[in-house]
């Protein structure tokens, strides 16, 4: 069954250098995620892409994080001059359609030190 | 902004117990999803349900969606060990853009 794939599984960064998480949804989705679960505590809706843009962010996505599309395959999360509260694991899915379920992948977990 | 509410936080039955979850909305929503993720796991799509007053079943699990869609619940009839993990809703707005999670519920089961 084809999956959602995330890397690295885990990132140690110093506070306030850039990270970029990658991930490959599946390949026939057009509807793509970035979530954030701070250890212990519930899953974070951060932004929606869908036709190359961003269709719908949350108050966490400020100016310190941007996602790109940059070709056909990978979605990537950029957060700049990171912050030590932006320790989590960060999820990526993505769906078929608005309606269809979202497939998450494994997860990269950010530690920012 | 659009928040999710989930209850109970926690809860602990003994297997063969049932268990139920809450979720209650403070705006009428699109869809109400249901996800399940393990320990050290991602959250596991179980179930959307999109009608007013639907009720959609899974082997042991059964799924409402409330008349007003504003409110969810999921219920475990005779729990089993597999069952263990967090209980997740989540709001679905229309064109599907953005998801709202509730908090969760962590069901533990004791054989």
């Known amino acids: 069954e084809p999956e959602v794939t995330q890397t690295p599984s885990h990132q140690v960064t110093q506070m306030g250098q850039e990270v970029i998480l990658r991930c490959v949804p599946i390949?026939?989705?057009?509807?793509f995620y970035w979530y954030r679960q701070i250890l212990g505590q519930k899953v974070e809706f951060l932004v929606s892409?869908?036709?190359?843009?961003?269709?719908?962010k949350s108050e966490i996505f400020d100016d310190q994080f941007s996602v790109e599309r940059p070709d056909g395959s990978n979605f990537t999360l950029k957060i700049r001059s990171t912050k030590l509260e932006d320790s989590a694991m960060y999820f990526c899915?993505?769906?078929?359609?608005?309606?269809?379920?979202?497939?998450f992948g494994d997860g990269t977990r950010l530690s920012i030190l | 902004g659009q928040q999710v509410m989930q209850i109970p936080q926690y809860q602990h039955v003994q297997e063969g117990e049932d268990f139920t979850t809450y979720c209650n909305s403070s705006?009428?929503?699109?869809?109400i999803q249901w996800y399940k993720q393990r320990p050290g796991g991602h959250p596991v799509f179980l179930i959307q349900?999109?009608?007013?007053?639907e009720v959609k079943k899974q082997k042991r699990l059964t799924f409402q969606f409330g008349e007003a869609k504003k409110n969810s619940s999921l219920h475990i009839t005779a729990t089993q060990t597999t069952d263990v993990g967090t209980y997740f809703c989540a709001g679905g707005n229309t064109g599907g853009f953005k998801t709202i999670f509730g908090a969760g519920t962590r069901l533990f089961v004791k054989a």
């Open positions: 899915a993505s769906r078929s359609t608005g309606i269809q379920p979202q497939h």
């Open positions: 705006t009428t929503l699109s869809n």
């Open positions: 349900l999109v009608k007013s007053g």
């Open positions: 390949s026939n989705h057009l509807y």
């Open positions: 892409f869908y036709n190359n843009e961003i269709s719908e």
